[in-house]
Nanobody, 124 residues
Framework: QEQLVESGGGLVQSGGSLRLSCAVPRSGSSISAMDWYRQAPGKARELVAGMATDGRTTHADGVRGRFAVSRDNVKNTVYLQMNSLKPEDTAVYYC??????????????????WGQGIRVTVSA
């Protein structure tokens, strides 16, 4: 199971911005879809935003207009830009990416992988 590599989290004041990155660990891969989730202390994991195979994006009501997802097909990386952050955005954020690559023996390998999780803390 190949794990994605997340980066970009940290501590920020209310109203600030952060950009999370999530990189596919294999060169020559292609990304088809992505989702970003978060889990706050004592709460269930929730879907924050995503991008479907056709490029259409979805956002949870609480982040619409503040968060945006994007992708870089050259770097095989997906992003979550978070603006106007609020203390209630404090959570561990996870990316989930559907991606694939051609194996050495010519077979198509399709995967759905998770990042390791990265903490975002927004102070009041």
């Amino acid at each position: 199971q190949e794990q994605l590599v997340e980066s970009g989290g940290g501590l920020v004041q209310s109203g600030g911005s952060l950009r999370l990155s999530c990189a596919v660990p294999r060169s020559g891969s292609s990304i088809s879809a992505m989702d970003w989730y978060r889990q706050a202390p004592g709460k269930a994991r929730e879907l924050v935003a995503g991008m479907a195979t056709d490029g259409r994006t979805t956002h949870a009501d609480g982040v619409r207009g503040r968060f945006a997802v994007s992708r870089d097909n050259v770097k095989n990386t997906v992003y979550l830009q978070m603006n106007s952050l609020k203390p209630e955005d404090t959570a561990v954020y996870y990316c989930n990416v559907k991606w694939g690559y051609w194996s050495d023996d010519g077979n198509r390998v399709e995967l759905s992988s998770w990042g390791q999780g990265i903490r975002v803390t927004v102070s009041a």
